[in-house]
């Protein structure tokens, strides 16, 4: 069973940044893919980045060049640095973690508002 804790959803205004984090509680050699995930009101919940352990990225077109993946395999952690954000970022963040026997782990949630 992997445990992860997100933290740093909140509000801000279009053009401003968040960065949001996420720590597993697995040892890092059992974790495969980390990423995030978000899902808007009314929308079914879609890819926005996600980091090998190899350190391979994976991009949503809409997230590119704003939007920064980083994996701290030391702490188990993955980080989104979101930078230039507009209304349509507006969701809840998952964070989301593989592991190589192939189960998918989802955090709670952390809810991003971005005012125009």
């Known amino acids: 069973q992997v445990q992860l804790v997100e933290s740093g959803g909140g509000l801000v205004q279009a053009g401003g940044s968040l960065r949001l984090s996420c720590a597993a509680s697995?040892?890092?050699?059992?974790?495969?893919?980390m990423g995030w995930y978000r899902q808007a009101p009314g929308k079914q919940r879609e890819l926005v980045a996600t980091i090998t352990s190899g350190g391979s990225t994976n991009y949503a077109d809409s997230v590119k060049g704003r939007f920064t993946i980083i994996r701290d395999s030391a702490k188990n952690t993955v980080y989104l640095q979101m930078n230039s954000l507009k209304p349509e970022d507006t969701g809840v963040y998952y964070c989301m973690v593989t592991v190589f026997s192939g189960i998918v782990y989802w955090g709670k949630g952390t809810l991003v508002t971005v005012s125009s």
């Open positions: 697995k040892n890092a050699f059992t974790i495969n893919t």
